[in-house]
């Protein structure tokens, strides 16, 4: 009698082996499915919400450690870090978004103060928007062909329209950045208290053994390090002192032009030098010789030179990464998610990469190696 009870137990065990695979499998991948198309919305927020996170992390575990080593879950802690991530995002968010609408109404205000000249006097009123030496010397060539008189209208017309209208596009994005940064705050908070449990979770479901899952992540934090404390940094120094060599020789907005810089810092093979070399050609064009030389010369020795001492001091030997695949994470993640990608473009390659490294180096020792 026992001996039946324990066969049979054993056939319904096996039984429920047998089966339970399949509609398991379908349920995960249904749900798996829906949470994707719940995800894919918040990507972006998500995303950034991970590089803030990582950003100020470390602000946290210290404030953690030396301020509040009693608190268990870390709250406090969590809140001030989140607080300057907030600070982070909203600051220069109000101040780019004030100096690009000042900046958006005065050319809107030229544009308008051209068309009304050129209505009325001809090609005169090009001298509020374009050189004196330009000006005298399309004077003969608009005599000449009313052809271009009338193109240059059509083409200040068509400039005033885009500013306008990219101030509408700036005004009604203004509710989709304020949703955007509740979730970012949001998530934020839960990554920056409980990020380390989330990270042993992911090691614990990677399919890869335990040391190349580790190595995996290690990866992942020194990509990070060389994008978001190497790259940004080193931009942001070298936009402002573009800016301020940009302001020394005279030339307008240098605010604008030293945003300029450090946006093309940040891209491989482009560099500042495609802002303050046409700056310097402009001035030796107006006839500013000395201007000239003192914007090339500081672009340079200064701006071109702080790229080569900070950024080895932010990138750790064991982070470098081929400059092929930073050349095409930049690039493609540029073009892929516009700003995001110049800092997930370089990590999704570079992770990608190295799984086919310690694919190719398990097949060897499983397969090749017998």
Do not use: C
Request: aromatic residues 14%; positive net charge.
């Amino acid at each position: 009698m026992g001996g039946k009870g324990v066969s049979s137990g054993d056939g319904q065990k096996s039984q429920m082996g047998k089966g339970w695979f399949l509609p398991f499998l379908f349920i995960f991948l249904a749900l798996a499915y829906l949470s994707f198309t719940v995800s894919v919305p918040l990507l972006k927020p998500l995303s950034w919400a991970v590089l803030l996170s990582f950003t100020v992390y470390p602000v946290f575990k210290r404030m953690r450690d030396r301020f509040f080593p009693r608190s268990v879950s870390g709250n406090w802690a969590a809140t001030i870090a989140t607080g300057i991530i907030v600070l982070l995002l909203v600051v220069p968010s109000l101040f780019a978004g004030f100096v690009a609408a000042r900046e958006g109404v005065r050319f809107y205000e030229t544009v308008a103060d051209v068309i009304a000249g050129m209505e009325s006097s001809g090609e005169g009123a090009l001298a509020a928007f374009l050189p004196e030496q330009i000006v005298e010397r399309m004077h003969p060539w608009m005599e000449r062909y009313p052809l271009l008189r009338t193109g240059l209208q059509q083409a200040a017309a068509w400039a005033a329209a885009t500013a306008v209208a990219a101030s509408r596009a700036v005004l009604g994005s203004t509710f989709t950045f304020l949703y955007y940064l509740a979730v970012i705050i949001v998530v934020s908070f839960f990554l920056i208290r409980d990020g380390h449990m989330i990270i042993e979770y992911l090691k614990d479901i990677m399919p890869l053994p335990a040391k190349e899952s580790a190595a995996f992540f290690m990866r992942a934090k020194q990509v990070l390090q060389a994008v978001v404390y190497g790259v940004i940094v080193t931009a942001l120094a070298q936009g402002l002192a573009g800016a301020v060599g940009w302001w020394a020789v005279g030339l307008p907005s240098p605010m604008f032009f030293g945003a300029l810089m450090a946006l093309f810092a940040m891209i491989p093979f482009l560099g500042t030098a495609l802002v303050w070399v046409p700056g310097s050609l402009y001035l030796f064009y107006m006839s500013e010789m000395t201007q000239g030389i003192a914007l090339l010369a500081w672009g340079v020795l200064v701006v071109s030179m702080v790229d080569s001492l900070l950024r080895p001091l932010f990138i750790s030997g064991g982070g470098k990464v081929h400059l092929l695949i930073v050349f095409i994470g930049v690039i493609g993640g540029l073009a892929a998610w516009g700003i995001l990608g110049l800092f997930m473009g370089p990590l999704v390659v570079t992770l990608f990469v190295f799984l086919l490294e310690s694919y190719r180096t398990m097949w060897k020792t499983l397969f090749v190696s017998r």
